[in-house]
Structure formats: structure tokens, C-alpha cells
């Protein structure tokens, strides 16, 4: 990201950014599981109806895909703060979701005498490293900057993250006493 913009809005914490990711992920790879077995064709599914929920429903919803709108962030253009155009939502989802995809792979097919499958994750790990040791205002995955993308707060959404951390203080307050 060049250092002559200046976002307006707040970043997105990376815990916000993994709870969306987890949503989103969860809510493409439970429908494609009624796919069959074949994991090719598996794979390609989730990869597919990936696109569709993380390019057109996030440009529809202003950035915003199911997961970022439970945890109250979007996707903005680096540059413009905008939502991102069909071409850089593309660059971004494409690369996110084979890695999500691979992930899922390796952790569905995991077993006592094929642990080597847990290889599946690198990928993902290695998209997310830049975000962890990126010290610029709007940290970037590699998918970000390849899109030309950053991650914001927004006062739109759902607050999931607000409210089970409020719910989770509740729990703890209880268990005290």
C-alpha cells in the first residue's frame, strides 16, 4: 500500500479477519459436501461456489460477504476505499479460496497413518504470513495485495465478535462466583 493514503476507517483486527474467513469457509464447504466423495470434484465445487459467495454477493453487499458482515468488516479497494471491482475481487477469492479448499482437503483427509496431509495447510499459512508481519496501518495477506485490497471495520453487520466475547465475560462472571 502506497504511504500517500490514508484510510479513514479502522483496520480489521486479524482475529475478525479469521472468524470471517471461518464463516464463509464453513458456509461453501458444508453445501459442497453433499457433492459425493470424489475429492477432485469436491475441491472443485468448493472452489467454485467460493467465487460465487466471496465475488458477486461481496460486491453486491458493499464488501461485505456472509462471515465479514457477522463480524462487522468489508473489503475495500487499497487505493480508493471503495468496494473493490469484479477483477480484483477475483485475484483475491481465487487465491484465498484454493487455499481454504486445500485446507479442508488435508483436514478432511486426515487420518492415524496419513498425518502428512496436514501439508494441505501451507498453503493458507504462507497466503496469511505477510498479514502477521506486515507493520503498515491495514496489514496485507498475500490475496490482499494481490487484489489490491485491505480489510476495514465497518459499522455494518452483525457484531458476532462483540457478542459472544459479551457472552463469553457473562460466563466467566458466573464461573467466579
Known sequence: MSSDIVPLTPKADITQRAAAFCIDAIAVWLPSLLIGTNPIVHTIFFVLLWMVMRVPVTRKNRGQSLGRWAVNIKVADARLERTPGVQELCKREAVLGTCAALAFAGIGGITSTNAAVLLLLLPLAIDCIPAFTDTERFPQAFHDRLGG??????????FLDIKVKRLLDQVQSNVRR
Open 149 to 158: 485490497t485491505i480489510v476495514t471495520g465497518t459499522k455494518r453487520g452483525y
